[in-house]
């Protein structure tokens, strides 16, 4: 069979297929748009940009083989892609269609403009490639409801022709093999392989193994989809993205769905962007000295631990190194916001004071400690190894880089200094609070 036949066979096939309704969907853009224009060719020399995208949307939904589909494009517009490349690349893009595949619409100037710099951002070496990307939006049709979409993209040369870029996608299997291995290892539960998976997104090694043991836990009790199941939601050279389904909500947020993405470096090297939130635990909002409770941050405020009184509270800690106007600033409500230094403990106090700076009475914003002197309520304290605290808290290393608690008054983050594989501090502060 001729390429030309098989063109014509393949665009008689989309026409009459009544579930991908492209024909009607694809809208061209304007004649003076220099991003999506679709080129007008004579079929038996080269396709145009979407009927060249459309070979891809057919074989995604399972219209079309694969290898017709391949074999329908013009040699010299797929030229740098075998056919396992392009097999490897329609069977990932396919674990981004959840139902039926109704239309395919051509980006605005807007859109495509917004995912080039996004890539260049990412990768700056990759420029050239992304100036010549073009991009159309897959729509789906999920339980009688349109609204899912998958982006797909192709390339446009210095003449104008559509083609399938082989740089392009050889960079994207290698995201998908990556994403294999990091997903073989969730399965296995190997946290062996999931710590050396993890070593370019997280350096610190404590860290890293007691994020891994987290991770294998975490998917083997509250994720509801085999990883085989994730579901594709962005795919580009700079990064795939997945989501996927869980039991229950994590931390403070209610959704039954996650995303984690994959993200490559220029060096070769990948990120693993797939966080758990760290959840502060209640004992830890407290601040003990020698086995007593002298201060809790985001508690009842009706509670002495919490609403502070400086007599009774000295009595502990001592007098604070300085106490006057330097420290102590009037706000506008008429409370004033205290800093105080002590021995191994910094506070920010938001209330009253009296005296002339000799007293002071109100609630606990921050509390930082910076000494063995005190301790959190579960014994965590400063000079601790490192990995006493990532037993606990393992991604207080990353991201926002805080364990963060619903308390009764508000939310509390817990945050740490760590520098030599030691605790140097440990803070809690609220989060409505102004230091």
């Not at 959704?255 to 060096?267: A, V």
């Not at 909002?285 to 509670?303: M, Q």
Request: aromatic content about 6%; some cysteine; hydrophobic content about 40%.
């Amino acid at each position: 069979m001729n390429v030309r036949v098989a063109i014509r066979q393949a665009l008689a096939l989309l026409l009459g297929i009544a579930t991908l309704v492209l024909a009607t969907a694809c809208s061209l853009p304007a004649a003076n748009s220099s991003t999506t224009t679709p080129i007008v060719t004579e079929s038996d020399k080269y396709l145009s940009s979407t009927a060249l995208v459309q070979q891809l949307a057919l074989a995604i939904g399972g219209n079309l083989d694969i290898q017709a589909a391949y074999q329908a494009i013009p040699e010299h517009q797929r030229e740098a892609v075998t056919a396992d490349q392009f097999q490897r690349y329609v069977l990932l893009l396919r674990k981004g269609v959840t139902g039926r595949i109704v239309s395919l619409v051509a980006m605005n100037d807007n859109q495509i403009e917004t995912a080039r710099q996004q890539i260049v951002d990412r990768l700056p070496g990759q420029q050239e490639l992304a100036a010549r990307t073009i991009g159309f939006w897959l729509n789906i049709r999920d339980s009688g409801i349109i609204g899912d979409r998958i982006e797909l993209y192709c390339q446009v040369d210095d003449e104008g022709i559509a083609y399938l870029d082989g740089n392009w996608i050889s960079q994207i299997l290698q995201l998908a093999d990556f994403t294999n291995l990091y997903f073989d290892a969730i399965d296995q539960q190997d946290v062996d392989s999931l710590d050396e998976l993890l070593r370019h997104s997280i350096p610190d090694d404590a860290a890293r193994k007691a994020i891994a043991s987290r991770l294998v836990w975490f998917y083997r009790n509250q994720v509801e989809t085999e990883t085989e199941e994730f579901r594709l939601q962005s795919i580009r050279i700079d990064g795939l993205s997945f989501t996927e389904k869980l039991l229950a909500g994590i931390g403070s947020s209610s959704s039954l769905s996650r995303t984690i993405e994959i993200i490559p470096q220029s060096d070769g090297t990948f990120l693993v962007n797939d966080l758990l939130p760290s959840e502060l635990s209640l004992p830890d909002s407290d601040v003990v000295l020698e086995d007593a409770t002298i201060l809790r941050v985001g508690g009842d405020t009706s509670s002495a631990l919490v609403t502070l009184y400086s007599v009774p509270f000295e009595v502990f800690t001592g007098k604070p190194a300085l106490h006057d106007d330097s420290n102590c600033k009037l706000l506008e409500s008429g409370k004033s916001l205290i800093h105080l230094s002590y021995e191994g403990l910094e506070l920010i106090v938001e209330g009253d004071c009296y005296n002339n700076h000799s007293r002071w009475r109100g609630r606990v914003l921050s509390a930082e400690l910076t000494s063995d002197k005190y301790s959190l309520g579960s014994g965590l304290k400063v000079g601790l190894p490192a990995s006493a605290l990532y037993a606990q808290y393992p991604f207080i290393s990353v991201g926002d880089k805080a364990a963060i608690g619903q308390m009764e008054s508000g939310e509390v983050a817990l945050t740490a200094v760590v520098e030599n594989d030691t605790v140097i501090s440990l803070r809690l502060t609220m989060q409505d609070a102004s230091s």
